[in-house]
């Protein structure tokens, strides 16, 4: 049974950094696309970054290259989604995802690409 289990969300102000992590078991996620999603109260669930399996790049939603960046751990079968310079509309729960097999660099960003789904963890970043 394939579980992912976020943790490290929390209440921060603009201009910090939080880490969210999430926890993978019943595959290697080393050997998927895993990507980070978020749904802000209202809105439509978005894109947030993915990482690839092999060499790992990363690709991200235009509103946050550059603030977050998305790492993993093989060994501990977690990847990481560090956020810095959070702002007001970044609040939102964090949703990370196991991508489906075969892993494909095409369609990232589509939610459907994606098999597996974690509860989510709630950041919320006040002004």
């Known amino acids: 049974q394939v579980q992912l289990v976020e943790s490290g969300g929390g209440l921060v102000q603009a201009g910090a950094s939080l880490r969210v992590s999430c926890t993978v078991s019943?595959?290697?996620?080393?050997?998927?696309?895993m990507g980070w999603f978020r749904q802000a109260l209202g809105k439509e669930r978005e894109f947030v970054g993915t990482?690839?399996?092999?060499?790992?790049?990363?690709y991200y939603s235009d509103s946050v290259e550059g603030r977050f960046t998305i790492f993993r751990s093989n060994a501990n079968n977690t990847v990481f989604l560090q956020m810095n310079k959070l702002k007001p509309e970044d609040t939102a729960i964090y949703y990370c995802?196991?991508?489906?097999?075969?892993?494909?660099?095409?369609?990232?960003?589509?939610?459907?690409?994606?098999?597996?789904w974690g509860q989510g963890t709630q950041v919320t970043v006040s002004s």
């Open positions: 995802s196991l991508g489906s097999a075969p892993p494909s660099i095409t369609n990232l960003r589509a939610s459907a690409s994606y098999s597996y």
């Open positions: 019943g595959r290697a996620g080393s050997n998927y696309n």
């Open positions: 990482i690839t399996p092999g060499y790992g790049r990363t």
